[in-house]
């Protein structure tokens, strides 16, 4: 039998705790001094809290029974950092131990509310809640409320290996158990909280979701710089298709081959059928563009793309400062105005233009990659309504919220397997044609 105390809560917090950044002390002191600037118990006393060997001062405990439950959704600040020192893996692990320690507390009543943020009872436990930091707040005021924690070191240490492997029997079994009957869309509830894992600790990246698609698609075995990209990649595709469906991106989950190669020929050959490179340019694009993957690591933050004279500025756009001066996506899509008026004579063709104001003949490899990619992604996007008559794309590649070349490649590879789509349905469209 378990029991949920200060010292097993922190004790399944320090086996699941990043050893690279987390230290017990300073952590652990850290959410009681955000919840009490007056207390500030010293590792000391950390480590007997963690032990099981006293619990908090009773003033920080009347300090925490003073709060009116209204206000505990705005402590989670307090275990902000903590939960960030615990990856997704590590906390789903978090959340089965404190689960089998809750389910094992015989003192606990089934309808008791053991996360007080997100009002989960005992017998709902983990439930559904906002952020992870969110259910240790939520499970932390609870202990500190209503468990004791003074000389309970023999409970704290049931939290050994044997613990641990009772635990992981406890999986298998369950696991055996939902092969033939799991939950909604074929998920176990483990499989439902790994994906929520997944979701919370990603929260603020869910704009390069897509991605995470397109890197496991360009390499499923690969360790990305990313950490959203490899956690993705390492799911069992049940949980992938779960995430992308949360995350409203379904139209990515049909991809089964990426097609990127494919595009970049097809917009080699737009780049001559649309006289956007010079004959001696046109076969670089797709010779440079294969060394970028070496880049990986760059950070692309410092760059300012809106740094080329705009070769078409119509009358009213002209009145404002600064209007002469535009990214490429924007200068492709004036020279094809022009061209298309047949006015781009003495106009710069984009490829060429950008291969002299950023020196492609000597600029550093970093540079050279992240500008051909910029480029790719400019030209796909003016190019899908002039390969698909009579319909205007303006797609979204996520390379705006890119950080290093890792982004901003498999933002590149998603525009060319989109390019390469619109060829295929263009192809499709004009076979219907001649049949009809």
Not at 181 to 201: N, P, R, V, Y
Not at 280 to 296: A, D, G, I, P, T
Not at 379 to 392: E, G, R, V, W, Y
Not at 402 to 422: P, V
Request: glycine share 4%.
């Amino acid at each position: 039998m378990s029991k949920l105390c200060l010292g097993t809560f922190f004790t399944a917090i320090v086996l699941c705790a990043d050893d690279a950044s987390f230290k017990q002390g300073e952590d652990f002191c850290d959410v009681f001094g955000l919840l009490d600037n007056t207390y500030n118990p010293s590792p000391d006393i950390i480590s007997k809290f963690v032990r099981g060997e006293r619990g908090p001062k009773k003033t920080f405990i009347a300090k925490i029974n003073k709060y009116d439950p209204d206000q505990f959704g705005e402590l989670c600040y307090c275990m902000h950092d903590l939960s960030n020192k615990i990856s997704s893996a590590n906390q789903t692990k978090l959340v089965k131990i404190l689960k089998k320690i809750i389910l094992d507390d015989n003192q606990i009543e089934s309808d008791a509310i053991v996360d007080l943020v997100n009002n989960t009872t005992k017998q709902c436990f983990p439930g559904e809640y906002e952020t992870f930091s969110s259910l240790l707040t939520g499970v932390f005021l609870y202990v500190v409320k209503y468990a004791h924690n003074d000389h309970v070191q023999t409970e704290v240490k049931k939290l050994d290996e044997h613990f641990l492997a009772e635990l992981l029997l406890d999986d298998k079994t369950k696991a055996e158990s939902t092969n033939t009957s799991t939950g909604k869309g074929g998920l176990s509830e483990d499989d439902i909280i790994s994906a929520q894992m997944f979701l919370l600790c990603h929260e603020y990246e869910r704009t390069l979701m897509p991605l995470c698609q397109i890197a496991y698609l360009y390499n499923p075995d690969h360790n990305h710089l990313r950490d959203m990209y490899t956690e993705y990649s390492i799911m069992p595709e049940r949980i992938r298709r779960h995430i992308m469906d949360k995350c409203q991106t379904p139209e990515l989950m049909q991809i089964d081959k990426l097609h990127w190669k494919e595009g970049l020929d097809a917009l080699k050959s737009d780049l001559k059928e649309y006289d956007l490179a010079s004959a001696r340019y046109q076969n670089k694009l797709s010779e440079y563009f294969l060394k970028v993957r070496y880049n990986l690591e760059w950070d692309i933050t410092h760059y300012t793309t809106t740094s080329f004279e705009r070769c078409f500025v119509p009358d009213l756009i002209s009145l404002f400062p600064a209007s002469h001066k535009c990214n490429m996506w924007m200068y492709i899509s004036d020279y094809l105005y022009l061209n298309g008026r047949g006015e781009a004579k003495d106009v710069k063709k984009p490829f060429d233009y950008l291969w002299s104001e950023k020196g492609f003949a000597y600029c550093s490899n970093e540079d050279l990659s992240f500008w051909l990619c910029i480029f790719i992604l400019a030209a796909c996007n003016n190019l899908s309504d002039k390969i698909i008559k009579d319909k205007i794309f303006i797609l979204d590649y996520h390379e705006d919220d890119a950080t290093t070349l890792e982004d901003m490649y498999f933002s590149t590879l998603l525009a060319l397997h989109q390019h390469y789509l619109f060829h295929e349905e263009a192809r499709k469209l004009q076979e219907n044609n001649i049949r009809s």
